[in-house]
């Protein structure tokens, strides 16, 4: 049985990536000299855990502009890398209803509800101009697999109460910060939709799916509202657990229902950070009707691991998918900001940024993506999401301040590059592959992250994360076989395929 070992290093010398292949052989163990004990991972295939559905990204305004500014050749080119097999082969996009920050101006599908109360005006025109083309090369280059995740950054704003501002979204969200200048509800700086628009929202809600859907965009799933705890300085709105279940429950439900969608549509609650999950999810759950109208629970990355959070998710709602909606760098391409995630999931402050070089922070994106993703599907992740496909240079383009990282980078010319953190994604991404189940593992030491599983070729996938600054020796042990001294270079992904094709 052969074991593909592929290797993701980052030369700091040269700046280069190098994806570097070998063939391990195992050894019997019964034979060796004496038992191996120490730097063991061990892999137990008849412990089996959640099934993996796929890997995915969003596709925002912005990243679909950007695209439909390359020539044909090279959008296709830079699709390939998320949707054609020999990338990553995605299975889900995440797009937003109506404005999101990484639109290149607010709007919404009605422009003035007040108005029109039936939304006789509502249109999709806006979406037709540079997503909806982008979306449907997408979907012909995967095949038909595609699901679509639907989420809303904020209703119409004319159905809003004023701004609210929390006080920690600044430092979570990379330390944009911007004052609000008006009491008028808006778009962005939160607020809250206004109770008698409940039934309202849930119309606009259905009728913007049935809109796509009639694009051909194959809409499956469907969250709430995008970070319903955070009033960011673009398009967002603030909801309570108890909130969100009135508005399932009452209103946007037996919209569904009367659409033919429910049961077709899987919803999602949530759609925000793990560490506040638990308190909003249990609140919204604690009423069993509301919470039978719930497929899963949607999480982000950017307040640190909690992995135990989605440990205890998965053990009050067992029946629950749990499924990762976003992530980002939290800086431009290539530039280091006032905050940046470090290797641990954790923001580093100015003076740890601004001591790293480019290429420097770069490399600790990657290695914090591959620490979550190890972490999340080492505790009940099923499905997996990063946020925009592509950016430019300034992080964007996008209707506010600042910007943020992406795994792909438009180029001025017109082409893109890779980042170090699409590599590692990438890497995982062909080890845990769509419907893989994951296996038990043990791990030596905390030196060595490690995720196994077992996927629908029979093959065994083991992502191997070595956060330690010099290069570590791992001997895996699998039903009575070893393998001896596997390399793991200093800060470095490794995969192994076992069982794979020479």
């Known amino acids: 049985m052969a074991i593909l070992k592929t290797t993701v290093q980052f030369d700091q010398g040269s700046g280069k990536i190098r994806t570097e ?19 063991v991972i061990g892999l137990y295939p008849d412990y089996t855990f959640q099934t993996m559905a796929g890997w995915g990204c969003a596709m925002t305004e912005t990243t679909c502009y950007l695209l439909s500014q390359m020539t044909p050749e090279n959008r296709r080119a830079a ?14 996009i995440r797009m937003h209803l109506d404005s999101c920050d990484y639109s290149l101006s607010e709007y919404q599908a009605v422009a003035d509800p007040i108005a029109d109360p039936e939304l006789e005006t509502f249109t999709i025109d806006r979406d037709r101009k540079w997503t909806l083309p982008v979306v449907k090369e997408a979907l012909a280059m995967a095949g038909g697999e595609l699901c679509v995740l639907l989420s809303p950054w904020s209703p119409p704003y004319q159905w809003k109460t004023p701004p609210e501002f929390s006080r920690n979204d600044a430092a979570v969200y990379g330390g944009v910060e911007a004052k609000i200048d008006t009491d008028s509800p808006g778009r962005c700086f939160g607020g809250r939709l206004r109770k008698e628009y409940y ?43 108890e909130e969100e279940r009135i508005f399932l429950k009452d209103h946007l439900y037996p919209e569904l229902e009367a659409a033919g969608l429910a049961g077709r549509i899987a919803v999602f609650i949530w759609d925000h950070n793990k560490e506040r999950a638990i ?93 979550d993703m190890i972490g999340d ?36 010319d017109g082409t893109f590059s890779e980042t170090i953190a699409y590599a590692y994604i990438k890497a995982i991404a062909e080890t845990v592959r769509p419907g893989a189940v994951r296996i038990g ?13 077992r996927n629908t070729d029979g093959t065994v996938g083991v992502v191997l994360l070595n956060r330690a600054e010099r290069e570590l020796k791992v001997n895996v042990r699998m039903s009575g076989s070893i393998l001896l001294d596997v390399a793991l270079p200093a800060r470095t992904l490794t995969c192994l395929q076992i069982g794979a094709e020479d």
């Not at 699709?79 to 889900?92: K, Q």
Request: with cysteine; aromatic share 10%.
């Open 279 to 371: 308190e909003h999810i249990d609140a919204f759950m604690a009423d069993p009707d509301a919470a039978a109208k719930v497929d899963g629970f949607a999480f982000h990355w950017y307040s640190g691991d909690h992995f135990e959070a989605l440990d205890l998710l998965r053990q009050r709602y067992p029946d629950k998918l749990l499924v990762h909606t976003e992530s980002c760098p939290l800086h431009m391409p290539g530039k280091a900001m006032s905050m940046s995630p470090g290797e641990d999931g954790v923001l580093n402050n100015a003076d740890d940024a601004q001591s790293l070089t480019a290429q420097q922070i770069d490399h600790n994106d990657a290695i914090a993506y591959a620490h």
């Open 441 to 453: 593992k043990s791990v030596f030491g905390r030196d060595v992250e490690a995720a196994a599983c």
């Open 21 to 39: 292949q070998s063939t391990l052989a195992w050894a019997d163990e019964s034979a060796l000299p004496k038992a191996v004990e120490a730097n």
């Open 199 to 241: 039934g309202s929202w849930a119309k606009y809600m259905v009728k913007f799916i049935q809109a796509y859907l009639a694009e051909g965009i194959p809409v499956g799933m469907l969250s709430l509202q995008n970070e319903a705890s955070a009033a960011t300085s673009w398009d967002s709105c603030l909801w309570s657990g």
């Open 79 to 92: 699709l390939s890398r998320w949707f054609g097999p020999e990338g990553i082969n995605a299975r889900f």
């Open 377 to 412: 599907l080492n505790h009940g992740m099923q499905g997996w999401m990063d946020w925009n496909m592509i950016v430019d240079r300034s992080g964007g383009p996008r209707h506010v301040g600042g910007g943020f990282g992406a795994p792909l980078v438009y180029e001025e």
